[in-house]
């Protein structure tokens, strides 16, 4: 059981740096939450200073309702796997994963079976008199999560495990990852820069820039639901599409012109504009790639484009376009909508024709870039 709170927590290095700002989150007890956001907006930092490795400068940090401020690392039942995993070398990986254990003085007998355990969840038994040097990435990744679960600590910290590791095994040691949470059955907070990790891993993301949170919320919330424009930018992939427009409110409902196409903005969408007062004018418009619609013919209100790349994905297609003023855009399209021919036609050069469903679309603001709606 542990649940954990931070409350108004600052971080200043030495040299000034403010890496961490205001930063306030409740953690539920056996919750998975993760931070993200680019390099530097001080995930590690955070967790740092959960796991006692890093002092804070400034607010409280509460593990199951007590404070820890001053409590040492070993006394805060915290468990910590790292991004280069921070093996020793010189040991086999059995005695690896037996090392704190062992500084407790637990008895042997208990050892074997906790390491022989961990070895089995994590399927790396054949390598347990393997010394780390002969292992690939993945099985040193999964020894030093093997170390941390044998310390059956309380919450289970991870920064980064899977950045060293080739796209393909990282995929498949996510898909680990969240089959030892139903094991573990812990609180975890995850540090990543990886907005799929973020999304496929988390109960909850906590998206950072800066040293400050952007916003907190489910994985469909996020999505859906972006505060600002940066949240917006950073979740998806590819990324949201961004158009500077005019948003035009006219006999009860509402229309952007992006680029001189006329588009109405679904019903739903105008009730919760109207809601905000929101009266027209200069917006941010975010559009993203899977709603973009290809016409197959010119249209008035369709945008002209012109195709610059066509990435093929297998199931779908990456659509590089340009709009007359420079703009480009990015379309994806299903392969299954698309006859051989037409598929054909989209490369570079050629012309084709863009509309946007009125119920996808975002609005931010061009001054703050909040949401104009949520
Ligand atoms: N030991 C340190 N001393 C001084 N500045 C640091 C130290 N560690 C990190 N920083 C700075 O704090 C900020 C946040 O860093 P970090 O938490 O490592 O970010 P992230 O993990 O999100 O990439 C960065 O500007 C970084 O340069
Ligand atoms: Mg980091």
């Known amino acids: 059981m542990a ?27 056996k919750e998975f939450v993760v931070f993200v956001g680019p390099s530097g907006c001080g995930k590690s930092t955070t967790l ?55 500084l407790k003085k637990v008895p042997e007998n208990v050892v074997y079976e906790k390491v022989t355990h961990a070895a089995e969840v994590l399927g790396i038994t054949d390598y347990l008199l393997r010394k780390p ?22 919450v289970f910290l991870m920064d980064e495990p899977l950045s060293n590791l080739d796209a393909k095994l990282r995929n498949q040691m996510r898909a680990e990852i969240i089959l030892l949470r139903k094991q573990l059955d812990t609180t975890f907070v995850y540090v990543t820069h990886d907005q799929t990790e973020a999304m496929t891993l988390g109960d909850r993301i906590v998206i950072m820039k800066d040293g400050f949170i ?13 505060h600002n424009l940066f949240v917006a930018e950073f979740i998806g992939a590819p990324k949201m599409n961004i158009m500077k427009t005019e948003l035009v409110k006219a006999g009860g409902k509402y229309y952007v012109t992006p680029y001189g196409a006329e588009m109405e903005v679904d019903g739903v969408t105008g009730q919760l504009l109207a809601q905000k007062e929101v009266s027209g004018g200069e917006v941010i418009l975010g559009v993203r790639p899977e709603h973009i619609v290809l016409a197959k013919n010119p249209a008035p209100n369709a945008i002209e484009a012109t195709v610059l790349v066509n ?55 061009p001054k703050t870039e909040e949401n104009l709606i949520y």
Do not use: C, W
């Not at 409350?7 to 306030?24: G, L, M, R």
């Open 3 to 29: 649940s954990v709170k931070l409350t108004n927590v600052k971080k200043v290095y030495d040299n000034h740096v403010v890496a961490v700002d205001d930063f306030n989150l409740e953690i539920a007890d």
């Open 48 to 102: 740092r200073m959960i796991a006692g490795l890093e002092e804070i400068s400034g607010g409280t940090i509460e593990i199951d309702g007590q404070v820890v401020n001053d409590l040492q690392p070993k006394d805060r039942n915290i468990a910590m796997v790292f991004q280069n995993y921070a093996l020793y070398p010189h040991m086999t990986v059995y005695d690896n994963i037996a090392f704190s254990l062992r």
């Open 133 to 154: 040097r002969a292992l690939s990435g993945g099985q040193r990744q999964r020894v030093a999560i093997g170390r941390a679960m044998v310390r059956d600590s309380n």
């Open 214 to 226: 952007q916003q907190v919320g489910t994985p469909t919330e996020v999505f859906e639901k972006p």
């Open 311 to 365: 990435e093929m994905m297998g199931s779908e297609l990456h659509l590089h376009v340009q709009v007359p003023d420079g703009t480009k855009l990015i379309v994806r399209t299903p392969t299954v909508d698309l006859s051989h021919e037409e598929r054909a036609n989209l490369k570079y050069g050629n012309k084709v024709y863009l509309t946007f469903p009125g119920k996808v679309m975002y609005f931010f603001d």
